[in-house]
């Protein structure tokens, strides 16, 4: 014990990777952990739902991790029921119910019938002969796009209303609907339908890649799983709702009322939690401060998180708290859900899934998963739950309401189907129920008045608008809304004016729907009031858009309240039939309020040809000595957006070329030329280029370097060969402007061969070093400076070796192969070149030059073959050092390292690899030590490479981080961003090689490493 006392937390951590024993769970005291399921039961578990009976159907995974298009061909998915046959609280039969599925992603029992979203449908299964096997399979809802990641169809969900939820990522869909008509799009959408599979509808969306689960609070409020997005979310769903990330393409498809909506809650972009599961707690079995909370299993992180829901305006905000965490990094957390009694099941899907997965890639198909109980070790025993013991049969329809009050959730669950299931019937009952009890019980009596389509139940959900509870009263108006109850009109136009703003909201939602044009003076006037709050705003808007009367909203295109003058744009924009003219929009750019003139320029921006004019209020702008942040915004975006428009190119060079602009007006524009979607660009900015060039200051002209080299322009070459022989500017600002021009030089001249030769021997400045060396890789050197160069890669690191060995591609001399050899052998990057690499570059040398780089090609193949014992032993050499966090903070902002060239931590660092502020807390020590062994072993989502080919036989290799209908930007893997137009792309292909580069614990003593590895621990 006091040996390991004195080992830090990571090095402990890394022991029990190694082989030895740790407690799997934490949980809250008085919490206790059991294994309820397993193999050979079942194996590979992602979601569960259970029966009426308390028997559990599982939807597996695959265990294999392939492309969609080879998934399909397997149908390795299947649901298995579980049954616990003894009452001990363990499952101990295990039937499959249905197999011979694609990858199932949810499963959901109602009424005997199973529903699962698996490619390309939403599933209807049943068991109609009772020996619990699915012997009918139908197709409810489809098609669906896939790609094998698991970004897809889930669900789905029953709402309260009694409507099937479900979710889908953003791989597309085609949907041929009941009615005939037809639904597509790309963009990730949140649907509903009924049970049969009619009435289908896109509730909400975004340029998200995977929302997974649903919840419904007690009012019938929407809060979902989101993924893959500017970080992982929890989001309230609303109608119309548009959620980011929004620079995706897809997101035009979508209905726009202004700013995307925002989060319950927020997690890291570049260290994603991985959202799953999502329950909301309706017991109060852990406590009344755990009831009404919702819980998420968080795949990445290996816990169960709870997040207290309050109550902001007309949404929500979040407060997160560990609840149940592992430190077993097989286990993999997808689902948690409520048994009768209070008890959560939680479900670990195991260790095989890597495909498109944003952690360690080293799959386990050895490890099945299980399914663990978690239990209050004191919590009261809950006698019946299930209600197996009630006379359901022979209750009368007022007895059967009254159960709508139990403490047992599941019975009051049966209770609303049974009640609904009785019709008109039961509406009397229902009606009574809703005025008496307690809320919840209130509440579900209107729930199931809910489910009942007949015009009693309609009159009595209308009572209830005028209810004593805020609840009740939200409740109906959800009911109203779904039904476009258009008799509910005059009381939804009075409670959109006056209840409180989550109420407000649903009666907008619910005035919109029904369409009828009476609404749109009275939503006006709510906007006329103003509201800080974006969700009543935005469900406003959309109800105007909805209502789709031109004439009524056109109107208010004059109004004197800024507030109206906007939602009247955006609402004629976005309608149907709002036939928005030029002339009516550009005298709103009129005007100092801000939101008003940015939401003009960004209406004016979508319009093809309504540049004409655009060009003088920039003018005006452009001669502020300072632009406000609104008008920065503004001015880039409409720049950008009307770049091809004559005026504007002329207007864009006179103001950079003019000496007078202000010194961040002309960076603007430098990025406006940099980002600018025209295939050919001007000769005017070529000009004016090329005057930054040789007048302006360092700062401004090494912006300018930048466009270019970001452009891939050429007819600058003479400008910057001027620059980079100018001694008195600085080396960086030469360097950057050589990089530009080397790939067309037929040969380099001595003097710029040796500025780029010592710079990228000094390692002062990491970033200008790549520099250096990607100018000497697409050089075209003769043999001396080959020779020369064989010098710089005995010193250099990971980062500079690989682009130092490219101009030796064309070379086939003996002698200058043998100095690369021998360099090669010396030097502490070699082994960031991959063995593929080295093969193609030595396959071109005589033979003796192939012999003699048999020891380094040797050992760079074994290293990457035999990669899972060379981390075992890197591991086992860390155990025997002590490292120290504030030690290693410093090595991460060391030249040596150049961590910071490339990844940011806190304040501090660069762009190009994903934050690392709270990496250790995402990422286990085996993981870290992978991660910087071994990069492309654990590549970030998004932060994926690519391999793109173009027309011309070149390939470019790295990350895409911005794509236009005209361009694919590529940050290389020499960390240079160049602009590839689509119509030179022959093909675009993932890449497997990170942009990290291998090789790194060569470059550091074992120390180094060891303090590195738990500083990054410590980022928590």
Not at 55 to 70: I, K, M
Not at 436 to 443: E, F, M, P, T
Not at 703 to 726: F, H, K, M, W, Y
Request: hydrophobic letters at 40%; proline letters at 6%.
């Amino acid at each position: 014990m006091f040996l390991w006392a004195s080992v830090p937390a990571l090095l402990i951590q890394l022991s029990a990777a190694i082989g030895q024993e740790t407690n799997k769970f934490v949980v809250p005291e008085g919490v206790v952990v059991e294994q309820v399921a397993g193999p050979p039961l079942v194996r590979y578990p992602l979601f569960g739902c259970f029966d009426d009976q308390g028997r559990l159907y599982v939807a597996e995974g695959t265990g294999l991790n392939a492309p969609g298009t080879e998934l399909v061909q397997h149908k390795l998915g299947r649901i298995t029921l579980l049954e616990d046959t003894d009452g001990d609280g363990r499952f101990d039969k295990s039937t499959c119910f249905a197999d011979q599925l694609v990858f199932p992603q949810g499963v959901l029992w109602h009424n005997g019938v199973v529903y699962t979203a698996s490619h390309p449908y939403i599933w209807r299964l049943q068991d109609t002969d009772g020996d619990g096997r699915a012997d009918r399979r139908d197709a409810l809802v489809g098609k669906f796009g896939f790609n094998g990641n698991g970004c897809d169809i889930h669900g789905p969900f029953l709402g309260p209303d009694g409507r099937l939820y479900w979710t889908d990522g953003r791989h597309g869909y085609d949907i041929q609907c009941p009615d005939g008509t037809r639904l597509e799009g790309l963009a990730a959408r949140i649907f509903r339908s009924r049970l049969d599979g009619t009435e289908i509808e896109r509730i909400a969306g975004g340029g998200f890649d995977n929302p997974v689960e649903l919840v419904f609070t007690l009012e019938g409020e929407l809060i979902g799983t989101m993924d893959q997005g500017p970080g992982d979310r929890l989001l309230h769903y609303v109608e119309g709702g548009v959620y980011p990330r929004m620079d995706h393409p897809c997101v035009a498809e979508l209905v726009q009322t202004g700013p995307p909506l925002g989060s319950v809650a927020e997690f890291s972009a570049a260290l994603p939690v991985a959202l799953c599961g999502l329950e909301r707690v309706r017991s109060d079995h852990f406590g009344p401060e755990m009831k009404g909370s919702l819980l998420t299993a968080q795949f990445n992180v290996h816990r169960i998180q709870q997040h207290l829901l309050e109550r902001v305006g007309a949404t929500f905000r979040s407060v997160d708290r560990d609840w149940l965490v592992s430190f077993d990094h097989d286990v993999r957390l997808t689902d948690v859900l409520e048994d009768a009694d209070g008890s959560l099941l939680v479900i670990d899907m195991g260790a095989w899934f890597n495909y498109g997965c944003p952690t360690a890639k080293i799959a386990r198909p050895e490890v099945l998963g299980a399914i663990y109980r978690v239990r209050r070790r004191d919590a009261p025993v809950v006698d019946d739950p299930w209600g197996e013991r009630i006379p359901w049969k022979t209750l009368s329809t007022s007895e059967l309401a009254q159960l709508l009050d139990d403490p047992r959730p599941k019975v009051q669950d049966k209770a609303i189907a049974k009640l609904a299931s009785q019709g008109p019937t039961a509406v009397a009952a229902l009606q009574a129920a809703a005025g008496r009890g307690s809320v919840q019980g209130r509440a579900n009596a209107v729930w199931a008045l809910c489910r009942i389509d007949h015009p009693s139940a309609r009159a009595a959900v209308r009572s209830a608008l005028a209810s004593d509870q805020v609840s009740v009263r939200h409740v109906a108006l959800h009911a109203v809304s779904l039904w476009r109850d258009a008799e509910a009109l005059p009381e939804l136009l009075r409670m959109v004016q006056h209840e409180p703003p989550a109420l407000r909201l649903k009666a907008a939602e619910a005035l919109g729907r029904i369409g009828d044009a009476r609404a749109v003076p009275v939503l006006f006037d709510c906007l006329r009031r103003g509201t800080e709050d974006r969700f009543l705003e935005h469900a406003l808007i959309y109800a105007l858009i909805r209502v789709d009367n031109r004439d009524a909203t056109l109107r208010l295109l004059s109004d004197p309240n800024p507030h109206v003058r906007r939602a009247a744009l955006i609402a004629l924009d976005q309608m149907p039939n709002g036939r928005l003219t030029r002339d009516l929009v550009f005298p709103l750019l009129d005007t100092d309020d801000p939101d008003l003139q940015e939401t003009a320029m960004l209406v004016i921006s979508r319009h093809e040809g309504w540049g004409q004019g655009i060009a003088e209020l920039a003018g005006r702008w452009l001669e502020s000595p300072q632009l406000s942040e609104h008008q920065q915004r503004s001015l880039t975006g409409i720049l950008i957006a009307f770049g091809g428009d004559p005026q504007v190119q002329r207007l864009v060079a006179q103001t950079l070329s003019a000496g007078e602009t202000p010194l961040a007006t002309r960076a603007l524009l430098l990025e406006v030329m940099a980002r600018s979607t025209v295939r050919d660009f001007p000769k005017e900015w070529l000009d004016a280029l090329r005057t930054t060039l040789v007048r302006a200051g360092d700062q401004l002209a090494q912006e300018a370097v930048a466009t270019i080299r970001s452009r891939n322009l050429r007819g600058l070459e003479p400008a910057l060969v001027a620059l980079s022989r100018d001694g008195k500017r600085p080396r960086a600002l030469r360097v950057s402007a050589l990089e530009c021009v080397t790939a067309h030089m037929e040969t380099l001249p001595e003097d710029l061969f040796e500025l780029l030769l010592s710079a990228a021997r000094d390692d002062i400045d990491p970033l200008a070093q790549a520099a250096a060396a990607r100018a000497l890789a697409q050089a075209r050197l003769d043999e001396h400076q080959l020779v020369q160069v064989t010098q710089c890669i005995a010193e250099s690191g990971p980062v500079v070796v690989p682009l130092l060995i490219r101009p030796f591609e064309r070379s086939r001399s003996a002698q200058v192969g043998l100095a690369l050899v021998e360099a090669l052998k010396r030097s502490p990057g070699a082994e960031a070149v991959s063995a593929d690499e080295l093969q193609r570059l030595l396959d071109q040398f005589p033979d003796q030059v192939r012999d003699a780089a048999r020891p380094v090609a040797e050992k760079i193949l074994a290293r990457h073959q035999q990669q899972a014992a060379y981390l075992a032993r890197i591991k086992w050499q860390l155990l025997r050092v002590k490292g120290d966090p504030q030690r290693g903070r410093e090595v991460f902002f060391s030249r040596k390292a150049a961590c910071a060239g490339c990844h940011r931590l806190g304040d501090r660092g660069g762009h190009v690899g994903p934050e690392l502020t709270y990496i250790g807390r995402l990422r286990s020590p085996a993981d870290l030590v992978e991660a910087v062994i071994f990069p492309s072993s654990t590549i970030v989502m998004g932060y994926e490479p690519y391999s793109v080919a173009t027309v011309e036989g070149k390939v470019y290799s790295g990350l895409i981080v911005r794509e236009t209908s005209e361009a694919v930007f590529l940050r290389t893997n020499d960390l240079a961003e160049i602009r590839i137009p689509r119509g030179q792309i022959e093909a675009i292909r993932r890449s497997e090689k990170s942009v990290m580069p291998d090789g790194l614990e060569n470059s550091l003593s074992s120390q180094e490493l060891a303090d590195l590895l738990e500083f990054l621990y410590s980022c928590r």
